[in-house]
């Protein structure tokens, strides 16, 4: 595990690229690597971002945010993402500029090709990336990881990673400061930072908040950004069909087991359809019980394209990480994490998370 700090000792240098093993926690060696950083991006001219399946705030922010420093400093670079993302954060600077693997193969597959360099962002192995993971897996280019997720697999040429971080976008600000970016860091910058951290830590009240994030927070508000500007951006652009979804998760679809402090919502894609579903909408749903006193252990399962999603949240100690790896091909933080069903059908998805959940009682209801 990486700890961040002054010293910059959060790195490590993988020199022997294996894939798809992951690196245990225990043997990643700490070191300051910031001059290899340095020298890998002194002789790259031609530069690729990727980030994850799907993504979210922080995976576009940290993304943006990379690719606006990058080109301050006369690289040649391109974000490329798998799929599209929410229209909520198509106004990120930079987003023009981004190509969506799943529309563009091709054109895609050319600029990897060419890449002399990769970094991937806020994902930290390649069955996140669906068909765009064998072209980074083919690819002869170097790769530098920067991500907070737990268990990274081994492809990367150099990490940056801590899962301490409360977001990718907090350690890209690190990143960029300890190669002397400082002072590059302008307005568009700052609002892909923010983004990525205020969407990662649910508004700054999630545990992975530290003091040094509300430092990181104090250096992008003095580019003169506005939260508010950046809040509104996020959560006040919703359709009148998404808040009428919200509304009929919490008021149709939300089941409460209170003697197991848990709490969960399934939905079909007929029902999504019916609420005229678009990329994004259901992202957040799965934090709505915890509204409700004494719930700890949350659950949302979607059904497209006959695939089943799930997300998983908790409070306290239980590992949802752990849950979602062993039981549902997923995985993510300790209290945030996401899977999916083991099999194409949303009912037998749910009986077997309910199965599983006396078996983990003890777990749940520990404090």
């Known amino acids: 595990m990486f700890l961040c700090g002054s010293k910059l000792k959060n790195l490590n240098t993988q020199l022997k690229i294996k894939y798809p093993k992951f690196v245990p926690q225990n043997k990643i060696m700490q070191k300051d690597s910031f001059p290899k950083f340095k020298a890998l991006l002194k002789k790259s001219n031609n530069i690729v971002i990727v980030t994850h399946y799907n993504p979210d705030g922080d995976a576009m922010g940290s993304s943006l ?23 909520f954060l198509q106004w990120l600077p930079g987003n023009k500029k981004v190509v969506e693997f799943s529309k563009n193969q091709k054109k895609a597959a050319s600029i990897i090709t060419k890449s002399d360099l990769i970094f991937t962002l806020d994902f930290n192995n390649y069955s996140r990336l669906e068909g765009l993971g064998e072209l980074l897996q083919n690819s002869t280019a170097k790769k530098i990881l920067i991500d907070h997720h737990q268990q990274p697999d081994t492809y990367a040429t150099l990490m940056f990673h801590d899962v301490k971080a409360c977001s990718t976008c907090e350690l890209v600000h690190e990143f960029i400061v300890g190669l002397g970016g ?33 430092l990181i927070l104090a250096d992008l508000l003095a580019t003169g950004l506005h939260p508010s500007d950046i809040h509104s951006a996020i959560y006040d652009t919703y359709s009148e069909s998404r808040v009428k979804l919200l509304g009929y998760c919490l008021t149709e679809k939300m089941v409460v087991i209170p003697e197991l402090q848990t709490a969960y919502m399934a939905l079909s894609e007929t029902e999504l359809k019916r609420f005229n579903n678009q990329k994004g909408d259901t992202e957040g749903i799965v ?8 719930i700890t252990f949350c659950a949302f399962f979607s059904e497209s394209e006959g695939k089943i999603k ?11 990480n752990q849950f979602a790896r062993k039981h549902f091909n997923g995985g993510g933080h300790i209290n945030a994490a996401g899977g999916r ?9 749910v009986q077997e998370f309910l199965a599983l959940l006396p078996v983990y009682k003890k777990e749940i209801l520990k404090k």
């Open 341 to 349: 069903g083991t099999i194409s059908n949303l009912e037998t998805t």
């Open 310 to 320: 799930i997300s998983f949240r908790s409070k306290g100690k239980f590992d949802v």
């Open 287 to 294: 934090n709505y019980p915890f509204s409700i006193k004494g």
């Open 65 to 87: 945010a990379l690719y606006n420093y990058l080109m301050k400093v006369e690289k040649n670079v391109t974000v490329i993402t798998p799929n599209d993302y929410p229209e």
């Open 182 to 214: 400082k002072k590059l860091i302008d307005k568009n910058i700052a609002a892909c930072l923010y983004t990525g951290i205020m969407t990662d830590t649910g508004s700054f009240r999630f545990d992975s908040v530290t003091p040094k994030t509300h």
